[in-house]
């Protein structure tokens, strides 16, 4: 398979410029994955079984895997949508899908933390698995979780009162946009474990490791798309590049399939005409919001996409 994308000049994502993209394509040299570069193009040959009609499929992740807002919701506890990217893949190629995915797992839920009521959600591998997916690794770094925070922070400090500048000053001590190395190093290396436990359970499995759709892009505007200023909103497209490089680090270690999804949705972060991620809202889907930073329906179709034309090839 050919996945195509086009780079973007800009600020945001280093991700996006051709040198990096280069230097993912000799991280991510294993069988399965090769990169090539045309100017400012780039294209990712990927090559697998093909995933026969009936086979288990097994979705693994947390909440840009589940779907949280996105009607309809299976798994209210988890907010697990019946039309996130592994139902629709499951769903066009006739996979008997097994979704375990759930909202604000961490790599250690996926490992060998219960979560609520759910236990690890590798547990949910046989050695009759053909398909795995894997979307997890963002709460470890609070990457949703600090986008939020400083977003609200930034919304309710507006108000000149005693309470906003309370509570924008509790928010404020918990709000750091900065990650060290150590700490993505730290999310590569739990990634790294799940696939090889994935692999050991289900050894005849095609392993993806899906990442995030981007959040940020070249058209998302500080202040006017997203409440975080000129020197906020570039450090989190910092954390999505770091998130990013640990599913490429990852995929090096282990042979799995990288499907780049942030990669492929940079022209559909916040603030691009076609958005496949939601921006910020103080509304509850309760009360006609929506859940904040996190894929609509159109960004997990984007995926379920992504995804299929890579098992029909």
């Not at 195509?4 to 069988?31: F, H, I, K």
């Not at 990013?244 to 005409?273: E, N, Q, Y």
Request: with cysteine; proline share 8%.
């Amino acid at each position: 398979m050919t996945f195509t994308g086009t780079d973007s000049p800009g600020w945001v994502p280093a991700r996006y410029t051709p040198s990096v993209l280069q230097s993912w394509s000799e991280c991510v040299s294993v069988p399965a994955l090769t990169k090539r570069f045309a100017g400012t193009a780039w294209q990712v040959d990927y090559r697998g079984p093909v995933i026969a009609s009936g086979s288990r499929y097994v979705a693994l992740g947390s909440s840009f895997a589940a779907g949280p807002g996105i009607g309809p919701i299976v798994h209210p506890p988890a907010g697990r949508s019946g039309s996130n990217y592994a139902h629709l893949v499951a769903a066009e190629l006739g996979l008997d899908l097994i979704d375990v995915t759930y909202s604000g797992a961490t790599t250690a839920h996926v490992l060998d933390t219960p979560q609520d009521d759910a236990p690890p959600q590798l547990e949910a591998l046989t050695p009759d698995t053909a398909l795995v997916t894997i979307t997890v690794g963002g709460n470890d770094l609070e990457y949703v979780g600090t986008f939020l925070r400083g977003s609200l922070l930034n919304t309710i400090a507006k108000p000149a009162t005693i309470f906003g500048r309370r509570v924008a000053n509790r928010i404020r001590a918990r709000v750091s946009y900065l990650k060290d190395e150590a700490s993505y190093q730290a999310v590569a290396d739990s990634l790294t474990k799940v696939v090889e436990r994935a692999q050991e359970r289900s050894p005849d499995a095609r392993i993806l490791l899906v990442d995030y759709l981007s959040l940020v892009g070249p058209a998302t505007r500080p202040r006017l798309d997203v409440p975080l200023n000129e020197e906020q909103l570039p450090s989190i497209a910092m954390m999505a590049d770091g998130l990013a490089g640990a599913f490429a680090k990852a995929a090096a270690a282990t042979g799995a399939d990288l499907i780049a999804a942030s990669a492929a949705s940079r022209d559909h972060a916040i603030g691009s005409a076609e958005p496949w991620t939601t921006g910020f809202t103080l509304l509850p889907p309760t009360l006609g919001g929506f859940v904040p930073y996190h894929p609509n329906a159109a960004g997990m179709r984007g995926v379920a996409d992504l995804i299929i034309e890579v098992l029909r090839t």
